[in-house]
């Protein structure tokens, strides 16, 4: 077996192996955490796309039971609908292509996640427990970037990741495909179209598992070039 072969098959075994362990552990207090910061992600998703259709983002809440909600105000209300659920598979995209960086330090790049969380928690968040969870998270992520080798904080960086990208599939089948009668992004958009709620969430998710399955062929590719342990060069002096 080559040795380019041998890689790939190496992060697929390490890929699956991951999502077993995400999914048996999906429900328990190891994995929470992760899961609020994707549904932060999706009410960032909604206030981003608010913003950049001309609109405001008035305040976003988070609850311990994974809900959520972006308080808008204008905007192109069927892009700001449609920017959650695919919003937080985007940055999942982003965090596991960042994790390939060559040129910008692991360390740097949680820590600039830990900041940007930091600075929207104490902006617009305005439920307690969402600015309890914020402040925490973030200042767990300041806390990473400063004490963790960069190793381990490229791996930190992979995983939320992936958890945002399978997180936004998984999340799409629950909320709207497997119940769509409860209130969601596509029983809004049903309402404003007329399209029913399930048509939304089948085209969402085969969009999102397009995504996932792209983005599982660029890393495989980007393997053959890389290696998870290096190290990012120091800048050269400016002589």
Known sequence: MSEKAQKRLTFL?????YFGVLWGLWDTVVVYPLKIFVVLLHEIS????AIATGGAIEKI???PNQGGAAYTIGGIPFVTMSAGYLGSLLWGVLFVMLGFSKWIK???IIGAIGLFVLIV???????LFGLGFGVAFGGALLASAKYFSQ???RLLLL????TSAL?????IKSDIISRPGLRSDASMLAEMTGIPTVFWGFLWIAIALLVSAWLLRWVARRLDHFELDSEVPDPSPIV
């Open 167 to 171: 997180y936004a599939i998984l999340d």
């Open 13 to 17: 075994a390490a890929f699956m192996l």
């Open 106 to 108: 692991p360390r740097k």
């Open 61 to 63: 809440t988070l609850d």
């Open 151 to 153: 190793r381990a904080n």
């Open 46 to 49: 909604h206030a981003v796309a």
């Open 159 to 162: 995983g939320l990741g992936l």
């Open 121 to 127: 928690t104490v902006w617009k968040v305005r439920s």
